[in-house]
């Protein structure tokens, strides 16, 4: 017979093995529990001269605690954070959060007020002819462009970042208090409130309508993504261009780093999401010189696109060309477009007769937009009221 003691919670278990040598159960091997208190526990079961000091050897062979430790203030505020990052992370994957934006207004508060325009930098004028004319954006050029066409030679233009405009993209034109965004909405709104006529915005015929809007939306897609590409995302293309897109800031040398990151991160973000990142380098390149050459097919021996005068598809023609002829920083992109004699004539032909050397005299920056005088205000609420309260106004001003 075998015997063992254990503690378990508090109590004496005496374990015996009986093993079986003779009759019909044997070779078996019979087990046998007996459960104490410590001080009840007999001395004959478990094998000792007394209880005290089975006690004692049943003490010694109880187990020491385990302690675990607690965590500390930090850990615990790690975890934490932690939890929140990985939730946050979930809600950004599963939600459709979609910014609510108010239509684009059809009419301008105060007509008399002047448009600025906002860009990101300023850029040191008269420009050389290898370098983008006004602005180092395709499609703040293609806005001041159509402003040129249109024969608004003279606004002011100030430095702003994207988070100012309502579509938090630039460009966008500020007009007393008013604030437009997108450069399609901006051309938009330059007609329908009678800034520009509406004979400048497409050429006449159903046709033709709809073969400039197909085109403007290639060059404001895949041919602008082209550029941020080239000039952004391109490890090669950013290392030209970084002195050139941020110099202007005056960034201290670690701030600059981590803003020139972002914004590279930004920029593929974009081209990704709209498609031209995707492509290998050369279906890239493949896509851009096919889509130039049907422009220069566009354009033939003509003076413009569909003719002797401009329209908002040669703004956003011109708002791209001016920016690929740029090879100090997209020379992949000026040599495709090198290509077509007649593109390039095109480009030089705009540059001449609408950004010549009134530009640097007619366009002024200034810190902020130009304060609306009471005149103005007043004349603003007057169109905006209801036909008793203009009377009234009217009333008083007489």
Known sequence: MTRETLIVKGKVKVLEWNYAETGPRQGMIFAKIHEFRPQNAPAELLGQPSVSTCADVCCASEAPAVHVPALTTLQAGLLLMLAGALLAWLYSLLSLWRPSQPPTPAAADNPAAPIVVADLARRPQPASPGRPVCSNS??????????RFGGVREYPKMVAYPDASPKAQLPFIERGGQRIGDSHFILKHLVSSGTISAEVEFPPGARARTTALAVARMCDTDLAAAVVYYRFVDDEGWARCKHELLGAFRLPP????????VVRKQSLRRVVEQGFGRHS???RLALVAHELSALSTLLGDRTFLFGRVPYAVDASAFGVLDQMAARELNPDLTDLLERHANLVAYRERIRARFFGRDYTAAVKWVDSPPAESSDDKKQAACRHAPARIQDVVRAKEE
């Open 254 to 261: 670690g701030v600059g780093w981590l803003v020139g990151r």
């Open 138 to 147: 395709s499609f703040v050029t293609k806005v001041e462009a159509f402003l």
């Open 281 to 283: 380098a050369s279906d």
